[in-house]
């Protein structure tokens, strides 16, 4: 097993928090709707142009502090939403996506 294969953040709890806090209430406040997908789940946002930078942002922040994650942004044509499938291997992996990441959203996970 690699370090890239251990599922655990690299961040502090305070910093952890703060992070976590930040997400809640920018990039994360926007998800308008999750759905579960293989083995991660799909965070749908809308087509605001400073969307793309702010997901972008999120996952260059992202690769340093967990980088057993696996990212697939899919940005379509206005006005349809951009789709960003965040991933982990095997049921820890997406259990740590569940308890990090989609609860930070309003949104029921829909299939």
């Known amino acids: ?16 928090k703060d992070r976590l806090n930040q997400l809640r209430t920018g990039l994360f406040a926007r998800v308008t709707s999750v759905r579960e997908k293989g083995e991660g789940f799909t965070f749908f946002f809308d087509a605001a142009d400073d969307t793309v930078t702010d997901v972008l942002e999120f996952i260059r922040m992202e690769r340093q502090c967990c980088p057993f994650l696996t990212f697939q942004l899919t940005v379509n044509p206005s006005p349809q939403a951009i789709a960003l ?16 990441f989609v609860t930070l959203t309003n949104q029921d996970i829909t299939p």
């Not at 097993?1 to 952890?16: K, Y």
């Not at 499938?85 to 990090?100: C, P």
């Open 1 to 16: 097993m690699t370090s890239s294969d251990t599922i655990a953040c690299s961040l502090r709890d305070a910093e952890l």
């Open 85 to 100: 499938h965040l991933g982990a291997a095997g049921e820890t992996g997406l259990s740590f996506v569940r308890e990090m």
